[in-house]
T-cell receptor, first 111, second 113 residues
């Protein structure tokens, strides 16, 4: 069965610095979703990638899907306290209508 | 405002009691989902429904039950058969179109004492 591995598990970054979070799949990705979650709250949809080499940006967050469609990265430029939270990746799984989820990356921004 | 609502935000129950978590959406989405989230783990699918009056078990359905009598509503009952019910529960919906992004509610934290 397909698995998604996120790295790192947690990350502490000085405010203003750049950072990257990775999501690696054991199988080809046909749809990759990035979400952000504040502790104790629901998931906020960020971006969805489908095509190899695809790149999307939203404000200071850029997500890419590699050409082989087995890894996605989420890059934050000039991090701010508002970027703190848990970032989760989800991917279309083998079964219809089900997403496979990574365990999440906890991001802390130091002022 | 379109969105997904879950109630209550926090729920405390005694061991052995059944409890029902509410999930309502006004996005006109066909599909709805229930997930369980435990610390340090990804989301695990409990049940999902693609259409009214139909639903399927997810990966961890044991000890849970659902109904889908209306398109807008997908309540989850945590029964006394669920051995470790304390968790954060998330409801989501999706349009079931070519863009099938799932949108989430704010979650319910259930604590069984």
């Amino acid at each position: 069965s397909q698995e998604l591995e996120q790295s790192p598990q947690s990350l502490i970054v000085q405010e203003g610095k750049n950072l990257t979070i990775n999501c690696t799949s054991s199988k080809t990705l046909y749809g990759l979703y990035w979400y952000k979650q504040k502790y104790g709250e629901g998931l906020i949809f960020l971006m969805m990638l489908q095509k190899g080499g695809e790149e999307k940006s939203h404000e200071k967050i850029t997500a890419k899907l590699d050409e082989k469609k087995q890894q996605s990265s989420l890059h934050i430029t000039a991090s701010q306290p508002s970027h703190a939270g848990i970032y989760l990746c989800g991917a279309d799984g083998d079964s219809n209508y089900q997403l496979i989820w990574g365990a999440g990356t906890k991001l802390i921004i130091k002022p | 405002d379109g969105g997904i609502t879950q109630s209550p935000k926090y729920l405390f129950r005694k061991e052995g009691q059944n409890v029902t978590l509410s999930c309502e959406q006004n996005l006109n989405h066909d599909a709805m989902y229930w997930y369980r989230q435990d610390p340090g783990q990804g989301l695990r699918l409990i049940y999902y429904s693609q259409i009214v009056n139909d639903f399927q078990k997810g990966d961890i359905a044991e000890g849970y039950s659902v109904s889908r009598e209306k398109k807008e509503s997908f309540p989850l009952t945590v029964t006394s058969a669920q051995k470790n019910p304390t968790a954060f529960y998330l409801c989501a919906s999706s349009p079931r179109t070519s863009d099938d992004t799932q949108y989430f509610g704010p979650g319910t934290r259930l604590t069984v004492l």
